[in-house]
Every structure is written in C-alpha cells, then in structure tokens.
C-alpha cells in the first residue's frame, strides 16, 4: 500500500500521535506522586479531595469525548485537537495558580475536556490517512512508544515536585502541550478536506446514544466496561496514599508504579494473539474470574499481621489487577460495538464518553471510603469485579434465550 501523501514521514508521525495520545496518561500518572502536598496544602490534609483531581480530570476528559469527534467531522481534525490544547494548557495555568481545592478541581475538569481533543481526534487523523493493515500498523507503533508514558510519568511528577513544588508538574503539562500543539501546527497538514466535512448535528450523536443504550446486550457489555474502568480509576487515585500511610514508601512509589506498569504492558499483545482462538466472551470471563479471585485471596490476606510480607502482597495485587485489565477493557469495547457497524463512529464517542465519566463519579464515591490502606481498595475492586462479572452472565444468558 503506497503511504499517504497528506502527512509527515512515517516515523514522525508515529511519535507526533504517540505524543499527542499521551497527554491524558501524562496528565493522570504525573500527578500520583504529588496527591499528599496537594492534600497539605489545600485540602486541610483530606487526601479523599486530593484524589479527585484524578476523577474530575476523567470526568472532564469523558464530557470532552462526546462532543471532539462530531466537533472534528465540521471543523477539522488540527482546528479541533489545537483548541483542545490551548484549553489544556489555559486551565494548567490556572491549576498552577490556584489557591483552594474548589479551583484546582474546576481547572483539572477543563484540562480533562481539553485533553479529549488530542485523545479522540488524533484516531480520526489515523482513519483519514490509513486503512487495513497499515492502520493497524500505525495504531501498533505508537501504542509501543504510548505504554511507556505510565513508566516514567511517575517520575516526571516526583521529581518536579521535590525540586520545585507540587504547582511545577502544571507548568510542566503547558509545555508538554505547546510541544505537541506547535509540531501539529507547523508540521501536520490538515486530513479532513473541506469537501469531506459534515455539519455539526445533534441528531446523530442522539440517535447513536439510544442505539446503544436501547440495545440490550450492548447495555450489558457497557456496564461491564463502566464497572472496570472503576476498578483502574480506584488503583490510580488511591495506590500513592496506600504507599504512603501503610508501607511509608513514598519516595519508592514511582518505581514501583513503573515496574507494574512495564510488566503489564505485554498483556494487551497477548490477548491480540489469544483473542483469535478463545473468543472475545471466553477471555472476558477468564480475566474477570481471574481478578475476582485474586481480590479474595487479597483481601484475605490483609486482614493478618505479615510484617514486610503485606508489602509483597499488596505488590502482586497491584500486578495482577493491572496486567488482568490487558484483557479486559479491549474485549469489552468490542464486544460493544460489534453490533453497531452502522453508527460505530458515534457510538465510540457515546462508548467511551460514557464509560468513563460514569466510572469517575463511581471511583470518586469510592474515594470516599479509602483510609490509606489496602482493605477498602480492596473491597472497592472486588465490587466492582463482580458487577461487571453480572452483566457478563446476563449478557450469556440473553444470548442464550
């Protein structure tokens, strides 16, 4: 297949999309280190309101979904990501600056909205310019440089704030976008040529939103998907603090987090390879089982004294949750949208839009209830695991009947 022409060389096209698709990995992770001063400073030590600065971010970043896809189908793909990022770095500015919890939290929202540009529309710019494998080819690729951003955003975020305070990592976030806002701008060509753009209207976004909520197993295969982005939420708000107030290991915490997260990297390539054979409902299954189990025997195990050993356990529960969600969240997408081929466009946005402000409000309930050790993280992902393992038996047996 002859490349594209309205676009950069291969490689730089490559990291210009693994860049931009990094934006919300960075703006969440860099932050994990940095929940406890921001807790000291403006949240008279709650670290439950830290936290939301993790929620609100996604819950801006799922309102944000809904409306970048069709924004980008009228205005164009760079019009829209560079707006987006521009919105990103103004609320980082304000985030920087702020004095109380109340509009650090409103700053993190607008940031989120503005972040799902670069995340939803740096897709359609891949659907302009590829098709086939070599589609496949470039999602590939850039998801390779992607998985390294949880690795190391870490220890971006500990690193500025030992040296320069917790506001540094916001500064930070208006670099990281004028980077990739000023290589979009002088180097990517617009995709979406004028002739091909359609008017904005609510109509089909509406109509993609009952489809799939009117679809019954579709509904099923959404709320499974809700349940176990909960479950990633509660790990990324909450582990820092587990870090902290049960093992005082904080200044371990991002290597640690970077060893989990290289670890559970592979997963996804594993079940694009088991996927083929096991079937998409079976891997579901297995995973879901799998976590459940793990969470017992976790949960179990929490409640004795062991000493250093509580570390390693809590270690290997961190490990396997995140590696398990490799087959998880993947699967259950498709499983989402394989029955709407005819509004799938619109019915990502609706998908992911959903799934993830829902499942913000819910880890923000959760957050709630987290007291700096393992038990109630614990409880909150078995909950949420075995929910999700529900709609998938009721979603078998309607096939079934």
Same mark, same amino acid.
């Given at each position: ?248 290991? /904080?200044?371990?915490?991002? &290597? ?8 559970? !990297?592979? =997963?996804?390539? *594993?079940? +694009? $390879? ?98 700096? /050790?393992?038990?109630?993280? &614990? ?8 929910? !999700?393992? =529900?709609?998938? *038996?009721? +979603? $078998? ?5």
């Amino acid at each position: 297949m002859t490349p594209p022409t309205k676009t950069l060389p291969f490689p730089e096209f490559i990291g210009l999309l693994a860049l931009l698709m990094a934006t919300v990995a960075y703006s969440v992770d860099a932050m994990l280190p940095l929940l406890t001063p921001i807790s000291e400073e403006l949240a008279q030590g709650s670290m439950a309101q830290a936290q939301q600065v993790i929620t609100v971010f996604m819950i801006g970043l799922g309102t944000g979904t809904f409306i970048m896809g069709p924004l980008s189908d009228r205005l164009g793909r760079k019009t829209v990501i560079l707006c987006g990022i521009v919105l990103y770095m103004i609320a980082a500015a304000i985030a920087a600056t702020s004095q109380d919890i109340t509009m650090l939290l409103v700053a993190r929202f607008l940031q989120g909205f503005g972040a799902a540009a670069p995340r939803v529309v740096s897709q359609a710019l891949v659907r302009d310019l590829y098709s086939g494998r070599m589609m496949a080819r470039v999602v590939s690729f850039s998801m390779t440089v992607f998985t390294l951003v949880p690795a190391i955003a870490p220890f971006m975020g500990a690193e500025l704030g030992a040296l320069f305070g917790w506001r540094a990592i916001f500064w930070s976030f208006m670099a990281f976008g004028t980077v990739s806002g000023l290589w979009l701008l002088l180097r990517q060509p617009e995709t979406l040529s004028a002739e091909n753009r359609r008017p904005l209207a609510i109509a089909p976004l509406w109509l993609a939103l009952k489809t799939v909520l009117g679809h019954s197993l579709v509904r099923l295969y959404l709320l499974a998907l809700t349940f176990v982005f909960t479950t990633m939420l509660c790990w990324i708000s909450g582990v820092a603090a587990i870090f902290e107030q049960s093992f005082d290991r /904080t200044a371990q915490f991002p &290597a640690w987090f970077a060893f989990v997260a290289i670890l559970s !990297a592979p =997963a996804s390539l *594993i079940n +694009a $390879r088991l996927v083929v054979k096991v079937g998409m409902r079976r891997m579901v299954a297995i995973a879901l089982t799998w976590q459940i189990a793990i969470s017992v025997i976790a949960l179990i195990g929490f409640q004795y004294p062991l000493g250093d050993w509580g570390f390693e356990l809590f270690i290997l529960f961190m490990l396997m949750q995140f590696f398990s969600i490799g087959f998880l969240i993947g699967n259950l997408n498709a499983l989402v949208l394989e029955p709407m081929g005819h509004v799938a466009g619109m019915a990502a946005s609706v998908v992911g839009g959903f799934s993830t402000v829902i499942s913000a409000l819910l880890a923000a309930t959760a957050a709630t209830f987290m007291n700096g /050790t393992p038990v109630p993280l &614990a409880v909150s992902s078995l909950l949420c695991l075995v929910l !999700a393992s =529900a709609c998938m *038996i009721w +979603a $078998r047996q309607l096939r079934a009947d």
